[in-house]
């Protein structure tokens, strides 16, 4: 309690300051030098999580956990940078990230715990399974990492195995990282369907039956997510306050508290000071929305999974209760996305 929320500034927010550094030099130099500056950045931003599981597991001093993020989530980008190009770095960085913290929440949240980015207990939340700021970034490298992954390595796929991809990859990770005996994470089993949802009906025939889809699939997961609590036992979020809520008078008070709640992380002072950023990027992604379609016009895959990542991102806000966290964090994420884009086009 004591550690954790004082080490964040510190080790995240000192490593991403002197990122952005390195990558505004590098923007200045423009050419090769730019598009390399945003692709390593950009695979470090999403190896950080990555890190700091590792970190968790040392359990080492600040300046040492400092350094240890700073500079192995850069070594870690230089490296699959070498190894792999195009799409399929962004994608397997991101299936490793995804798939590290689904497997420790599995075994029991020994590492997710005293992650820098794991629950905080000093907030009066759990002490087990992922937390909000993981639920936003976990939102878009499933989504967007599938499109990566669909772009980079299944470029011979037709669009119905693609849209298949996106809702069992958002399905699946919705289970694992919302279920009350693993992440434990509610807002997962709604984010995730609905990503992965939108994301293949982006990419598929355009129809009925894909819209029913994109409302079904959360509902089914919630439905899933329900019995296993009970079969198991979990007593996690979902059950205390919605299974064993008295009748539809509690469930609105849940619902109630969630949406002002939410509607209180917007007036904080660290969230006043990025929101304006990010409504600036929001104005200018509507605007220059036909740069985006040329952007992406050759990866489909690619194109439906950063509007299923878009939608997660949207409906998490809306949904949680710390919805200013979840919309910062997952415009970060998409930002990486769209810039290892724009660092991989031809012209």
Wanted: positive net charge; proline residues 3%.
């Amino acid at each position: 309690m004591g550690v954790i929320s004082e080490r964040r500034g510190p080790v995240i927010g000192v490593s991403l300051a002197v990122w952005l550094g390195l990558l505004g030099l590098a923007l200045l130099a423009r050419g090769q030098v730019a598009r390399v500056a945003v692709r390593v950045v950009g695979l470090s931003v999403i190896y950080l999580p990555l890190v700091l599981l590792l970190g968790a597991a040392l359990e080492p001093s600040k300046g040492v956990e400092q350094a240890l993020v700073m500079l192995g989530a850069l070594a870690l980008a230089v490296l699959t940078l070498t190894v792999l190009r195009g799409y399929r770095a962004i994608a397997v960085a991101s299936a490793v990230v995804v798939c590290a913290y689904a497997i420790d929440v599995v075994a029991g949240s020994a590492l997710t715990s005293l992650s820098l980015l794991g629950p905080n207990p000093g907030l009066g939340v759990r002490f087990y399974g992922i937390g909000n700021e993981l639920e936003a970034l976990l939102g878009v490298l499933v989504v967007a990492g599938t499109g990566a992954g669909l772009a980079g390595f299944g470029s011979g796929l037709s669009s119905r195995r693609c849209a298949a991809a996106f809702l069992a990859t958002g399905l699946f990770f919705a289970l694992v990282f919302a279920a009350g005996r693993f992440g434990a994470d509610v807002g997962a089993a709604i984010v995730l369907p609905i990503g992965g949802a939108v994301a293949a009906a982006a990419i598929a025939a355009r129809s009925r039956r894909t819209a029913l889809l994109v409302v079904a699939a959360p509902l089914a997961v919630l439905a899933l997510i329900a019995l296993a609590d009970l079969v198991s036992g979990a007593n996690a979020h979902l059950t205390r306050s919605v299974l064993d809520a008295g009748g539809l008078g509690d469930l609105a008070d849940v619902a109630q508290r969630r949406l002002q709640l939410s509607g209180h992380s917007f007036t904080r002072p660290v969230v006043l000071v990025f929101l304006p950023l990010i409504a600036v990027l929001a104005v200018f992604a509507v605007l220059r929305r036909d740069r985006f379609q040329q952007l992406l016009e050759n990866s489909p895959a690619m194109r439906a999974g950063l509007l299923g990542a878009l939608a997660a991102t949207v409906i998490g806000t809306l949904a949680n209760d710390s919805g200013a966290l979840l919309l910062e964090i997952g415009a970060a994420y998409l930002l990486v996305f769209v810039s290892f884009a724009w660092s991989e086009r031809t012209r």
